[in-house]
């Protein structure tokens, strides 16, 4: 699937990108305001819904995935307003200092990085704290490979009077979230993870909840208005406020259509077959995986506790220089103390088992005692 030419990309984002999208980002420019891309605009939003299983108005934005974590604060939150912000890793921080950019108050719910935000307890803050006008959480915490249990959090948050945002950056087209079943009412995404797109495009959809909320917000946006976003869809032909990246809406189609072609419900368990055979890798290399619990464990990224007397730096040194295949430190609190692998997009098995070696001829070389194809031989089971 790769180059040979280039690193193995197994870092949880950017990912690999397939040729066939590669090739049309070489296509001419066409008018933004035209009938062309509105066909094109049009495609992509309703098959984004189909990934987000959504019937909820759905916008494409020319930003990275914080753009639309920065839309839906800012068109949500007005100066005092208190927003339940779950935080258990670098990109749940996030939020909250979003929140208080906006002038909004975050009250916050913390969870230790390797752990996973507790529904009984965002129940408790929900029922003592009153006029909370949002909660945010994150499905999927790329710091520290965690994925929560949102299908029960969507069912507390729905018996109250908040909107639920979730950040499903590193997880929306691998993993399956039914946006509406589980009553996300501000779903967001990006572009460079399972999609296997450049960085620079993010997705962000909107529940009537939600509208009912920014339609009466003063809000303090301008670029990522979304009721500016809503009115220019709504034009014939639909468009958007401001020139958006073109040449990536042209390969944003055709990553679609692929998604599409291999079925949504095959790409998710695609996904589960790569985190479980990764895992079990690392299980008979007597590796710790970081999450506390292997049920919070992430589908489309694992992250690994660095075994003791193993220098980071040198492990991922030597899996890059000898073997070229990258794979991601730790972020934050956590650097130098995991490495994380990212199995998202266009990853098969093969990608998976190349990672493996690599590894463990890398953790050999820096003498760490391991049996050398134990991790191969795990990995191989699940995938048979
Ligand atoms: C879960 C999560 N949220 C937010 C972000 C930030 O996205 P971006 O870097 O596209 O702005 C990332 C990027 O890695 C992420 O994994």
């Not at 066909?39 to 959504?54: D, G, Q, Y």
Request: aromatic content about 8%.
């Amino acid at each position: 699937m790769h180059g040979s030419d280039e690193d193995l990309l197994m870092i949880p984002g950017p990912t690999f990108i397939p040729n066939s999208t590669l090739r049309v980002m070489s296509r001419q420019m066409i008018s933004h305001r035209g009938k062309k891309f509105g066909e094109i605009l049009t495609e992509c939003t309703e098959n984004l819904k189909k990934v987000f299983r959504t019937k909820n108005d759905l916008f494409i934005l020319t930003s990275s995935g914080t753009g639309a974590m920065e839309a839906a604060i800012s068109n949500i939150v007005e100066p005092g307003d208190k927003v339940l912000c779950t935080t258990f890793g670098k990109f749940s921080e996030r939020f909250k200092l979003i929140v208080k950019a906006f002038g909004g108050v975050p009250i916050d719910l913390t969870f230790e990085w390797g752990d996973a935000p507790d529904p009984v307890l965002i129940e408790e803050t929900l029922e003592k704290e009153e006029n909370i006008k949002a909660i945010t959480i994150t499905h999927n915490e790329t710091s520290t490979g965690v994925r929560i249990p949102l299908d029960e959090i969507g069912k507390i948050v729905k018996k109250h009077d908040t909107l639920l945002i979730a950040d499903t950056i590193s997880s929306m087209g691998g993993d399956y979230i039914p946006v509406d079943d589980w009553k996300i009412d501000i779903c967001i995404s990006g572009s460079q993870k399972c999609f296997s797109l450049p960085p620079g495009l993010a997705f962000i959809s909107v529940s009537e909840k939600a509208w009912n909320v920014i339609n009466r917000t003063k809000r303090r946006a301008f670029y990522f208005d979304l009721p500016a976003y809503l009115e220019s869809y709504k034009k014939d032909p639909p468009e958007l406020p401001y020139t958006p990246a073109l040449t990536f809406f042209y390969a944003l189609q055709n990553s679609l259509k692929l998604l599409l072609e291999e079925g949504l419900d095959s790409v998710v368990s695609r996904h589960e077959k790569l985190a479980q055979a990764t895992r079990e890798a690392i299980k008979a290399l007597e590796l710790e995986l970081f999450p506390k619990r292997e049920d919070i464990c992430s589908v489309t990224v694992t992250a690994v506790q660095t075994p003791n007397g193993v220098s980071d730096k040198e492990l991922r040194g030597s899996m890059q220089k000898d073997y070229g295949v990258l794979i991601s430190g730790g972020q934050g609190k956590l650097k130098g103390k995991i490495f994380r692998i990212g199995h998202m997009g266009q990853a098969t098995d093969k990608e998976i088992l190349t990672t493996i070696y690599a590894l463990e001829k890398s953790l050999k070389k820096l003498d760490h005692r391991i049996e050398l194809g134990a991790g191969i031989e795990a990995a191989i089971k699940v995938f048979t």
